[in-house]
């Protein structure tokens, strides 16, 4: 089992950065593809990045690619989401993610296949 507990999220202006960072608890980070999803009220919860287990496969929602950049420190237990040139659309909360998987390459996008989820952090963009 691993737990998740995220943090980083905050108020910032839009054309703003902010780093979120997920920490897990429990062994063998290293058997988890990790994700970021985000879910605003009223909507429902969406794939917003991904990273496989060996960290060498990463994979993006349209709507955030060239803007966000997932990476991930087994050392540490820890996956990060860089969130640059941030819009208001993108305010949520922002939830991580871990999935065990044998494969070292893939990378789950939908919510149903991790197992593991975070209570989540709140990101609010002001235009």
């Known amino acids: 089992q691993v737990q998740l507990h995220e943090s980083g999220g905050g108020l910032v202006q839009a054309g703003g950065s902010l780093k979120l960072s997920c920490v897990a608890s429990?062994?063998?980070?290293?058997?988890?593809?990790m994700g970021w999803f985000r879910q605003a009220p009223g909507t429902d919860r969406e794939f917003v990045a991904g990273?496989?287990?060996?960290?060498?496969?990463?994979d993006y929602a349209d709507s955030v690619k060239g803007r966000f950049a997932i990476s991930r420190d087994d050392a540490k237990n820890m996956v990060f989401l860089q969130m640059n040139s941030l819009k208001p659309e993108d305010t949520a909360n922002y939830y991580c993610a871990a999935d065990r998987v044998i494969s070292s390459t893939v990378i789950p996008a939908i919510h149903a296949a991790y197992g593991y989820w975070g209570q989540g952090t709140h990101v609010t963009v002001s235009s």
């Open positions: 429990g062994r063998a980070f290293s058997d988890y593809a």
């Open positions: 990273i496989s287990r060996s960290g060498g496969s990463t």
